[in-house]
């Protein structure tokens, strides 16, 4: 019984979004493969849609891309619960703190599928300066067409003009605050320059997001995006989310759902843990990096929120959760040339969670000298970096 649930989570909640499989010999095969990614986005959005109706997050604006919800496992809510209010906040944090400093915030979505991020941050008075989704054409195609039949989503591209500033195209949108191109990240020179045509300007600080995007591609082309976005914006936050160390069983039956699927991890075996997704970013031109796994990320969301969320659905099986959470992570590269404190604030978020928390069994525990660790370990980081030039 718990196999046929495991299986049934990796056949949704594991291929969130979509992500982009690398080019083969046979064109064919690389086009069933393209196909084969695409088809996952419904997967992603179905599941987000079910989420939201149980109460999990609000957003008023997915019921445009996912009508009706359809009943997905507890656990599969739970953890697209952690993945989703996690970006958000780091996203808003960084959003706000780009207001505050008098800058013009500007976000980029690799892969955005039918993500509605940018209507939900329009709605809660946090539209960016630029925001910009990319994704295959057939994805591009699907958003425009639900974007030009709905008048609630159309409205949030008016806020900075009139309608005249606004062009709905099969294939693209364009206007003050949003753009959707269509792009192959494979090609990333091809692509980043059709993104920065939006209007997005390099010097500005810069929030990129990749979700189950870069594990589907080669090391080389993931490496070859990592590089050129570093190099374009020299004050930005890079956030990736991806999952790792499959090598175990419960790895293993998660890709040979995927590999059934006609898609590939393609990427997995050069980032397989914690460690070699950090140093994708620093070894890439980022000035910082970070990785943590979802298992601790869950443990250190609002409390109450999680206590509220565990209460919407009946569920039993904690240890699969925490199974399953193990097995994702989120990534970050930071620059920041303009001196935002993007890094200050980013590694010694990165500190907190390692040193101020231990595991004990199942449970998370509060250790006094793990946050005394952290407090001096911050005021030499902090001492280093007044003295640096």
Not at 65 to 89: D, L, N
Not at 185 to 192: K, N
């Amino acid at each position: 019984m718990r196999l046929t649930k495991r299986s049934h989570f990796f056949h949704v909640f594991d291929v969130t979004e979509w992500g982009i499989p690398c080019s083969t010999s046979h064109i064919k095969m690389a086009q069933h493969e393209d196909k084969a990614v695409m088809l996952t986005a419904n997967d992603a959005i179905s599941c987000k849609r079910y989420a939201v109706a149980k109460g999990y997050w609000r957003d008023e604006f997915i019921k445009h891309f996912c009508p009706i919800p359809e009943r997905k496992s507890p656990e599969i809510s739970r953890g697209y619960f952690a993945r989703v209010t996690a970006v958000q906040i780091l996203l808003k944090q960084f959003i706000e703190k780009c207001f505050k400093m008098g800058g013009n915030p500007q976000v980029i979505s690799l892969g955005a599928g039918s993500d509605t991020t940018f209507w939900v941050l329009h709605q809660e008075g946090l539209t960016p300066h630029c925001f910009v989704e990319v994704d295959f054409e057939d994805i591009v195609k699907k958003k425009s067409s639900i974007i030009r039949s709905t008048k609630d989503l159309q409205l949030a591209l008016l806020s900075k003009g009139g309608e005249e500033q606004v062009t709905i195209k099969p294939t693209e949108i364009h206007s003050p605050v949003y753009h959707l191109v269509s792009g192959d990240l494979r090609e990333i020179e091809v692509t980043g320059a059709k993104i920065l045509e939006c209007g997005l300007d390099v010097n500005l600080p810069t929030f990129i997001l990749t979700e189950c995007v870069l594990v589907y591609l080669k090391p080389e082309a993931s490496e070859k995006i990592v590089r050129w976005m570093g190099n374009a914006f020299s004050t930005a936050l890079f956030l990736n989310y991806d999952p790792m160390l499959l090598s175990d069983k419960f790895g293993e039956i998660m890709k040979q759902n995927v590999k059934a699927r006609g898609c590939q991890f393609r990427g997995l075996d050069a980032f397989p843990n914690l460690e070699t997704q950090r140093k994708r970013f620093f070894q890439n031109v980022w000035e910082a990096s970070w990785a943590v796994d979802m298992t601790t990320v869950y443990s250190r969301l609002p409390q109450h929120e999680v206590k509220r969320i565990e209460h919407l659905e009946l569920f039993d099986e904690k240890e699969l959760l925490i199974q399953l959470l193990n097995h994702y992570c989120l990534s970050c590269g930071i620059n920041d040339k303009l001196h935002y404190g993007i890094i200050r604030n980013c590694v010694f978020t990165y500190i907190y969670l390692y040193l101020s928390f231990y595991r004990f069994g199942r449970y998370e525990h509060f250790c006094l000298k793990g946050t005394v660790y952290c407090f001096l370990l911050f005021v030499a980081f902090f001492y280093i970096l007044k003295r640096s030039p």
